[in-house]
């Protein structure tokens, strides 16, 4: 009964969704369209690090990192007048992808805090390197010309089509999230988390499991990142500050770690909250840090815990 | 004579001050059972550790099945043949009985890129586990959340974790630890049924069991082997009854 009753309501999310800019168009307020858009390129970004964090167990504090890399991605061939969307996403997942395989191949070799604070650090080096490139805007950043070109029939400059190329591509990333998560490399993942010398001692090399799982993560995350600078038509290294690494480790967190849904709902309560109180006060984060308190205390699967049968599903 | 399935040969491994091996030999042959006893803090279980891999020795060399082994991560042994159960019982807790079977299953059977069918679909994986869980006693409780398990029942677990690996030898470290006497009965009659089958190297504190399993029986005090030989000639060594089983000799 919890199961239907919770696919049910994550369906009904789903077409609350995809109504959006029906909604918009009707009562001619495009806002919603953009609010709802950028929800939904964080969505990515926090189930990209869901991956690696909730079901990997793996802490990285620097995601941002992989979101910056995708929107330069995006930007620098931009600058140079190569527009066309294949080249520029296809750079956005490999070079995001190769940054997160280095990144972990150095800091999987630790674990805890040491890990946290690697992957901080990485990140951290790549935004200093970021806001000192002057040929690329330094720290202003750069203003993108146009968007990612994608022939006639995918016109990113219409808000609409741009909203369901995002929508599709989170569904997408959804569908194949649940098949990794239960295919044998899922499980692997899993397993690791919850006890990593007993997967070594059945024989599992682990290391090149979770790098893989990390380097995938990032990919994500990177095209998360070709979307942003889509979305807000500018590039700023601002984007890999650490700050954000935190917003979407908290959308993570709020939302329901290791689940796919739950990441999703982090980032629409997250984004949400943002637009609703920085209209009240720029001090908004007031009002974030207790609601994350709670429930961190009492929601153990955070917001999707709160679904009926939340709590006992992945 | 055949080379012996392991030898172990002037192993050492120190933390800080502590010499934990010192300069330890071991042979165990294709198909014996060889316990390892000694009183507590005398080395037995960072022996295990140093066996299965996943502790370093500083000195020394091991070779299991023909080959140096010394220097392979505990996953690499795995491969060979070596399985290890744990002191402490070591299971994935979230999972249930059949799933943690399975993953050790899945293991030796070839690489776990695959990202699309769902491994719980798979028979190749779930036959064979259905299979130990049922040589171990625990087919009933396959479904079961292992983490919810008996203490006991935890224990079998880890030995079909074991199984599923296919091994050559298997370690134990205290199979019967903390079990009852009707658990620790039960466990005696599965480990039994392995014997011969199976190379055992058996750590355990209960001497009942060492001297119902064991073909040989070697003894570490403070990293040393201080005496190796069938039970009846350990019963009887003068030096072994000072050093460690005293008044608790069985009868």
């Known amino acids: ?314 | 004579m055949a080379e012996p399935l392991l030898a172990v040969r002037g192993l050492r491994k120190r933390f800080g001050g502590l010499v934990a091996t010192d300069g330890v030999d071991l042979e165990v042959a294709e198909g014996e059972t060889l316990a390892i006893i000694g009183p507590n803090g005398a080395g037995k279980t960072t022996l295990i550790g140093q066996l299965s891999g996943d502790l370093r020795p500083d000195a020394g060399s091991i070779r299991f099945a023909g080959a140096d082994v010394t220097a392979l991560p505990a996953a690499a042994r795995s491969h060979r043949g070596l399985a290890r159960s744990f002191q402490i019982t070591s299971i994935f807790r979230d999972f249930s009985a059949l799933d943690n079977v399975a993953l050790a299953v899945q293991a030796h059977a070839g690489h776990s890129f695959r990202f699309w069918r769902p491994a719980r679909a798979e028979a190749a994986l779930r036959e064979p586990a259905a299979a130990i869980l049922e040589q171990v006693g625990l087919g009933p409780r396959a479904d079961v959340v292992a983490g919810t398990l008996a203490h006991g029942e935890q224990r079998q677990l880890e030995i079909a974790m074991a199984l599923a690996t296919r091994p050559r030898l298997l370690l134990l470290d205290e199979p019967v630890a903390g079990m009852g006497l009707d658990e620790s009965q039960r466990m005696v009659q599965l480990l039994r049924a392995l014997r011969g089958r199976h190379t055992l190297v058996l750590v355990e504190h209960d001497m009942d069991v060492v001297f119902a399993l064991a073909d040989r029986i070697s003894v570490l005090v403070y990293g040393r082997v201080i005496a190796t030989g069938a039970p009846e000639a350990i019963r009887l060594n003068a030096e072994v009854r000072r050093a460690y089983l005293g008044e608790a000799v069985p009868a």
């Open chain 1, 1 to 314: 009964m919890d199961s239907r009753a919770r696919a049910l309501a994550l369906v009904a999310g789903f077409l609350v969704l995809g109504l959006v800019p029906v909604v918009a168009a009707l009562t001619q307020q495009p806002f919603y369209l953009d609010l709802f858009r950028r929800i939904m390129i964080f969505a990515i970004a926090a189930v990209s690090l869901d991956l690696i964090l909730g079901f990997g167990g793996m802490v990285s504090f620097g995601h941002a990192a992989y979101l910056g890399i995708g929107a330069y991605a995006v930007a620098i061939p931009a600058f140079y007048g190569i527009h066309n969307g294949l080249v520029q996403w296809t750079l956005a997942l490999a070079l995001s992808g190769l940054a997160a395989l280095v990144i972990g191949a150095v800091s999987l070799r630790t674990s805890g805090v040491s890990f946290i604070m690697i992957t901080l650090a990485f990140a951290q080096m790549l935004y200093y390197l970021g806001i000192s490139i002057n040929a690329w805007g330094a720290d202003d950043g750069m203003r993108l010309a146009r968007r990612s070109q994608f022939g006639p029939v995918v016109d990113l400059a219409n808000p609409y089509v741009f909203y369901y190329v995002v929508f599709g591509l989170l569904v997408l990333l959804l569908w194949l999230g649940h098949r990794l998560v239960n295919a044998r490399f899922g499980v692997v993942i899993r397993a690791a988390r919850s006890n990593e010398p007993r997967m070594q001692a059945i024989g599992f090399a682990t290391f090149r499991y979770k790098l893989a799982a990390f380097a995938l993560s990032g990919a994500v995350c990177g095209l998360a990142g070709a979307l942003l600078t889509n979305q807000t038509e500018y590039l700023t290294p601002s984007f890999m500050h650490w700050t954000r690494s935190g917003d979407i480790m908290v959308m993570v967190i709020l939302g329901g770690m290791g689940t796919l849904f739950g990441p999703v709902l982090g980032a629409v309560a997250f984004l949400l909250l943002e637009d609703f109180l920085s209209a009240w006060t720029v001090h908004w984060q007031v009002v974030l840090g207790p609601l994350l308190v709670l429930v961190v205390l009492f929601a153990r699967r955070g917001l999707y815990g709160l679904l009926p049968g939340g709590a006992r599903h992945g």
